[in-house]
């Protein structure tokens, strides 16, 4: 079986500052990894995703995660977060065993403060 | 919103009533999925299709059905809604080539309230 969590319900952080939108995960197998942001009434957006290969992984709006197997995490970061990156991030694992079956977190709210 | 859209947006209906959701897509992509959305448990896989006619069942399939006629139309169905599928829901697409690494792509949502 596949899990992930989110254990932060909500990030603040001040316009300017590094982010950080934590993820760990489950899996049997190995894992393939996502992050996707949702603004307010759209749907998801695909941000990034680790499939193998170099751990820190670029993705779309300056984000990146860094693949850690040993801790199995996927933590998402920003150097210098903007306002306008505020919205609600989604974690997602497939295990290479589990076919297309992509189970989420449960999601972080992230708040940029001018 | 990659090429789909989802019809309707906002839709209020009563317990015990048939429900559809329509999912559209422009990408002749193989894959389509419906997943929910409710606070708190991110979004969970309902159903999902591989191809026309090919389907099979997700996390939480109980109370839904689909169909797929069409390459672009992937439709769920609740039978009989309750007000316990009050949610929102999303379609989602994708491009499969070996599976375990496709991207999928959303699409924006319908809102769906059962009273």
């Known amino acids: 079986a596949q899990s992930v969590a989110q254990p932060e319900d909500q990030v603040n952080v001040a316009e300017g500052n590094p982010l950080t939108v934590k993820c760990t995960y489950s899996v049997s197998g190995n894992p393939y990894l996502f992050w996707y942001v949702q603004y307010p009434n759209r749907g998801l957006q695909f941000l990034l995703k680790?499939?193998?290969?170099?751990?820190l992984v670029k993705g779309s709006y300056g984000f990146e995660a860094e693949f850690n197997k040993s801790q199995t995490s996927f933590h998402l970061k920003k150097p210098s977060a903007l306002v306008s990156d505020s919205a609600l991030y989604f974690c997602?694992?497939?295990?290479?065993?589990?076919?297309?079956?992509?189970?989420f977190g449960g999601g972080t709210r992230l708040m940029v403060k001018p | 919103d990659a090429g789909i859209t989802q019809s309707p947006r906002h839709k209020v209906t009563e317990t015990g009533t048939p429900v559809t959701l329509r999912c559209h897509q422009t990408?002749?992509?193989?894959?389509m999925y419906w997943y929910r959305q409710d606070p708190g448990h991110g979004l969970r896989l309902i159903h999902y299709s591989y191809g026309v006619k090919d389907t099979d069942k997700g996390e939480v399939s109980d109370g839904y059905s689909v169909s797929r006629s069409k390459t672009e139309d992937f439709l769920l169905t609740l039978e009989s809604a309750t007000s316990s599928q009050t949610s929102v829901y999303f379609c989602?697409?994708?491009?499969?080539?070996?599976?375990?690494?496709?991207?999928?792509?959303f699409g924006p949502g319908t809102r769906l309230t059962v009273l």
């Open positions: 997602a694992v497939r295990d290479d065993g589990a076919g297309n079956m992509l189970t």
């Open positions: 990408e002749n992509h193989r894959y």
């Open positions: 680790y499939i193998t290969g170099d751990n």
């Open positions: 989602a697409i994708s491009d499969s080539g070996t599976g375990i690494s496709d991207t999928q792509y």
